[in-house]
């Protein structure tokens, strides 16, 4: 059962991980997306891969979601809980909110803060599963 609630830590950061692969999709594209065009042939490919992205980035974040519940009914069956666990898990869900008010309630254009808050979030969500990781 312990290999089975690690195996579903392990998708947990991989659905992580797509989630912030929309940041380095925006970043590659806003910076070098005209020199990509001219010089490669790859450009169709990474503007397929970027709407792609566009699609299931809110969906990654609900199944991610999903995936913490299920992780938590594996390894604590929900009788006790890990601090550092709750503590990635609430970042995470409440980085998932954030990004649903920002999809469905403000709409566009958000503001400034939103954006701001919403990218850097990740980071410190990073070093909360870091520190939930390293205690095992």
């Known amino acids: 059962m312990r290999l089975l609630g690690k195996g579903m830590g392990v998708v947990i ?7 912030a692969f929309r940041f380095v999709l925006k970043y590659v594209f806003k910076n ?17 891969l970027m709407n792609l ?8 974040g609900y199944l991610t979601l999903v995936a913490i519940l299920i992780h938590v009914y594996i ?8 601090p550092s666990g709750v503590v990635a898990a609430a970042l995470m869900s409440a980085e998932v909110l954030i990004g649903f008010l920002g999809q469905y309630v403000m709409k566009k254009p958000r503001p400034k803060a939103w954006i701001w808050f919403h990218r850097l979030m990740p980071l410190v969500i990073i070093v909360a599963i870091l520190s939930h ?3 095992f």
Request: hydrophobic share 40%.
């Open 75 to 82: 390894v604590t069956g929900f009788t006790w809980f890990n």
């Open 32 to 48: 070098y997306g005209r020199w990509i065009k001219e010089n490669t042939k790859y450009h169709p490919l990474l503007l397929k």
């Open 133 to 135: 990781i390293s205690q």
């Open 13 to 19: 950061i991989l659905l992580f991980l797509l989630e």
């Open 53 to 60: 992205n566009k699609t299931i980035h809110p969906w990654t």
